[in-house]
């Protein structure tokens, strides 16, 4: 073989180098490498992820506290109103108000509870989460100043949430008493953890001079000793 023959088998073998060369880097280095980059974004991604995660569970405990305290400040408010107003229960109001202020009420009248508000979430009886109620009363007073004034604050100190309407007053000159009517709106709220109960009742007043106080019901006969 001469060296011309020689040099040819060199440059192909050469070229039969290059060629393969470029090949596998073609088909096998990028893909490789194209495979490297979409790992390195994927696990970018994931990084992201497990950094947001790691963020959520440190502020977990801040979380967890305002959840706490949302609660107690809903509870706070839904504490203010009551499970539900009836007849009976207005009744025994109308009497603690003629306790606390000394005054008479000649007459009073009520409304049923007529719905206010009606959450849009159900339970599992499909009935709704929370339900709010209102209703009105009025009552037809006989009261001193002070007696008044007394009046006010037992209304805005009552446990359970209700607002003034109207409010009328005027002096009887015979008698130098205050006489009106209040007009009051009573607000109830029904949930799964506010169910209404009937109030205790451990005496019955009864009179001629008002509706609600007089003296006690005799007992044992006592009517007919007296």
């Known amino acids: 073989m001469n060296k011309k023959n020689q040099k040819r088998i060199v440059y192909v073998l050469l070229l039969l180098i290059v060629v393969i060369a470029g090949v596998a880097y073609y088909y096998g280095y990028m893909r490789y490498v194209?495979?490297?980059?979409?790992?390195?974004?994927?696990?970018?991604?994931?990084?992201?992820?497990?950094?947001?995660?790691?963020?959520?569970?440190?502020m977990r405990p801040l979380y967890e506290e305002a959840i706490v305290?949302?609660?107690?400040?809903?509870?706070?408010?839904?504490?203010?109103?009551?499970?539900?107003?009836?007849?009976?229960?207005?009744?025994m109001f109308v009497r603690d108000f003629e306790l606390e202020t000394g005054?008479?009420?000649?007459?009073?009248?009520?409304?049923?509870?007529?719905?206010?508000?009606?959450?849009?979430?159900?339970?599992?009886?499909?009935?709704?989460?929370?339900?709010?109620?209102?209703?009105?009363?009025?009552?037809?007073?006989?009261?001193?100043?002070?007696?008044?004034?007394?009046?006010?604050?037992?209304?805005?100190?009552?446990?359970?949430?209700?607002?003034?309407?109207?409010?009328?007053?005027?002096?009887?000159?015979?008698?130098?008493?205050?006489?009106g009517s209040i007009t009051m709106n009573l607000y109830s709220m029904k949930t799964a953890d506010k169910t209404y109960k009937e109030p205790e009742i451990t005496d019955i007043?009864?009179?001629?001079?008002?509706?609600f106080g007089a003296y006690g019901v005799p007992m044992n006969g006592e009517n007919e000793e007296q």
């Open 34 to 58: 194209d495979m490297a980059k979409a790992t390195k974004n994927e696990s970018k991604t994931i990084q992201k992820r497990i950094d947001v995660l790691n963020e959520k569970i440190a």
């Open 103 to 179: 005054g008479s009420v000649s007459s009073a009248s009520f409304t049923d509870d007529a719905i206010a508000f009606v959450s849009s979430g159900t339970d599992e009886n499909g009935q709704p989460t929370v339900a709010a109620y209102t209703s009105a009363l009025i009552m037809n007073y006989e009261i001193t100043y002070e007696g008044l004034k007394k009046a006010m604050e037992f209304i805005t100190s009552y446990p359970e949430r209700m607002t003034v309407e109207t409010f009328t007053t005027a002096v009887n000159e015979e008698t130098g008493l205050l006489t």
């Open 205 to 211: 007043i009864i009179g001629t001079d008002n509706i």
């Open 69 to 91: 305290d949302s609660k107690a400040s809903i509870d706070a408010v839904t504490a203010k109103y009551g499970p539900g107003n009836t007849a009976e229960k207005d009744i």
